[in-house]
């Protein structure tokens, strides 16, 4: 097995996007690598890729508008509904 020598070119952050790009393009050039080596890297980048698709999705479900009112099918009672149970509440304890 060969030894792998390496230095830091640069130490900004990257996005995850331009991430899972790189690492996809380096795994399909031909880089010399084993198969071994190039088996793994094509893993990692499919990983990446993914990794970067459930990011997207769950960033696009976060900015969807929601509906502020609560349907009463969710459970929750409507304030006409609350209104009235307040009013016959009051009056059993009057009686």
Request: aromatic letters at 4%; charged letters at 40%.
């Amino acid at each position: 097995m060969k030894t792998v020598t390496g230095r830091v070119m640069n130490a900004e952050s990257i996005s995850l996007s331009k991430a899972a790009t790189l690492l996809s393009g380096f795994a399909s050039s031909e880089n010399g690598t084993s198969q071994d080596v190039s088996a793994y890297l094509r893993r990692s980048a499919t990983a990446f890729t993914e990794l970067k698709n459930i990011h997207r999705e769950i960033k696009s479900k976060r900015t969807k508008p929601r509906s502020k009112k609560k349907r009463k099918s969710d459970g929750e009672i409507g304030s006409e509904e609350r209104k009235s149970k307040k009013r016959r509440k009051s009056k059993e304890i009057d009686c």
